[in-house]
């Protein structure tokens, strides 16, 4: 044993010198004792009760809800996935793993009752039977033992007057009961009706913890607004030609531009469907998903037949690492779709579904719809698979369903970007480039597409290239302040780009450039890696 050990304490306890000291001194003050008063202080320790401590695992297990309270998780919130590679050698689209609420255990303190202070006496050899504090409390003829031993030992003058005689003669007369208080509320109270009491007093905090798992789940937890924020100081609010202006730069290219034109049209006319549509699905080429969604709820609030507003949430759902909301998101499509609402059987209630099962019940449902008709593909449908088994990591099959789409929607620049993060996925990254090209060649201010050549580049160990893409989407977005002067210091441009650029800078060892990107000095930047502005 080190010397450590021996002379220091845990935690704050007497330390092992100190506990040998204190046995020693407890075994030589018993050894001094008269056989009479260590039987007094061997009955009174076997007869007190010690404090036990709040036994939580007890409860649980015996708990009505018990059961329910042990699938509890915790949750942490999993890291951002998206419709482009992740920054490794492949994209996960899965959430992260959940952590769980465990009680810690409950310690059980050492109770130790004070030997009381006994006057000497000389040996005695009368036998002791010795009683169980079992015995003690299940039968109630305690005074009948007392008086049992009294009479036992009537003739021996030398115990006549001792303490243990005087306290075993006060039990037999009935002047002290051992089983005041204790007996009476055992009877009383038994341990299911304690556990009874508890579960209806404490029954409200159960039902909050059980909602704690419910709300790390929700889109409050995850960073989605309730509502759209709009952009402070936009001088688009003034001209009344907004959403067209809005298209046309969405034809050029200029997607912060055309998110400013947009967000001016949604308040210029808040019921106006097709100007929420607008702002959401451009937010989501903005790499701007939390605004992408709350843009597109309100939109198909208005008007729920806008089915591509369905296909388009889904896919945000998917890049916020939301599946549930993904799945739902992509049966409501169903639902408002002629050609397939039918389907729908209307004896499940997806609501009581857990996400596995969720998911297996629209995978299924998106199956059936691509074999209605054999002989004519539906690229929404594919497009839909293809999100469906991205989210189960299913990539070769995620593949094959955005190609199918392709082949009859050749011009969509974000099916060509879905196709090659899925691409980049299954560690594909050469297609996943000539796919991204693909959507810029369709859209060039196309800043996911842009954000994920970046991603790409990384994973291919390209890293000045990967930070040159990182720019130029930078750019494009810093290009749209202009459009509203009056917002000061207001920045419109996406803190995930910023945070990959400065991983590119530190993986190259710029660590002086690092520190230009955690002050966002765009122009320093442009100048360092020659990037055109």
């Not at 936009?234 to 050029?252: C, D, I, P, Q, Y």
């Amino acid at each position: 044993m080190s010397l450590n050990k021996l002379v220091g304490g845990d935690c704050g306890g007497n330390n092992s010198l100190l506990q040998l000291s204190s046995i020693v001194s407890r075994d030589a003050a018993a050894a001094n004792l008269p056989q009479s008063d260590r039987f007094v202080n061997e009955f009174l320790a076997q007869n007190s009760q010690a404090p036990q401590t709040f036994n939580m695992s007890a409860l649980l297990n015996n708990m009505p809800e018990a059961e329910s309270m042990k699938n509890i998780n915790k949750m942490a919130r999993a890291e951002r996935s998206s419709f482009a590679p992740a920054q490794s050698a492949s994209m996960t689209w899965a959430p992260g793993p959940s952590g769980a609420f465990l009680p810690q255990a409950m310690m059980q303190p050492l109770f130790m009752p004070p030997a009381p202070m006994m006057a000497h006496q000389g040996p005695s050899n009368v036998q002791i039977e010795y009683l169980n504090e079992s015995d003690l409390m299940e039968t109630t003829d305690v005074k009948a033992k007392a008086q049992e031993y009294v009479n036992s030992v009537k003739d021996d003058d030398e115990l006549a007057y001792n303490q243990f005689m005087s306290f075993m003669k006060k039990i037999s007369a009935g002047e002290m009961n051992l089983g005041d208080g204790v007996e009476a509320e055992q009877k009383q109270i038994t341990k299911d009706k304690i556990l009874e009491e508890m579960a209806e007093k404490y029954k409200d905090e159960w039902a909050k913890l059980s909602d704690v798992s419910e709300y790390w789940d929700s889109e409050t937890a995850n960073g989605i607004p309730q509502e759209y924020t709009f952009t402070e100081g936009n001088v688009m609010l003034e001209n009344k030609s907004a959403l067209e202006l809005g298209k046309e730069k969405l034809k050029m290219g200029d997607i912060p531009g055309a998110v400013l034109c947009f967000e001016a049209a949604a308040q210029q006319q808040p019921e106006l469907a097709e100007a929420w549509f607008l702002l959401g699905s451009t937010q989501a080429e903005n790499e701007q998903d939390p605004l992408a969604i709350a843009a597109l709820k309100k939109s198909l609030q208005i008007d729920p037949t806008q089915l591509e507003a369905y296909i388009t949430l889904a896919a945000a759902y998917t890049n916020e690492n939301l599946p549930k909301y993904a799945f739902r998101s992509l049966l409501d499509w169903l639902k408002a779709s002629p050609k397939y609402s039918d389907m729908i059987p209307q004896d499940v209630d997806i609501s009581k579904l857990d996400n596995k099962a969720l998911e297996t019940h629209v995978k299924n449902l998106y199956l059936k719809a691509a074999q209605m008709y054999p002989t004519e593909i539906d690229p929404n449908v594919q497009n839909a698979l293809g999100v469906v088994f991205n989210i189960r990591q299913e990539y070769d099959k995620a593949v094959d369903c955005f190609k199918t789409a392709l082949m009859v929607a050749s011009h969509d620049s974000k099916l060509w970007n879905r196709l090659g993060a899925t691409l980049a996925n299954s560690d594909r990254s050469e297609e996943a480039v000539d796919a991204y090209h693909e959507a810029l060649n369709l859209e060039p201010g196309f800043i996911r597409a842009r954000y994920n050549v970046g991603i790409t580049c990384m994973n291919l160990g390209a890293h000045r290239q990967a930070a040159e893409h990182f720019l130029v989407a930078l750019n494009q977005q810093v290009k749209a302040k202009s459009m509203h002067p009056g917002a000061g210091d207001t920045d419109t441009s996406s803190s995930t780009i910023w945070t990959t650029l400065r991983m590119v800078c530190s993986f190259m060892g710029e660590h002086d450039v690092a520190k230009l990107v955690d002050e966002r000095n765009l122009s320093e930047l442009n100048k360092f890696f020659e990037t055109e502005q």
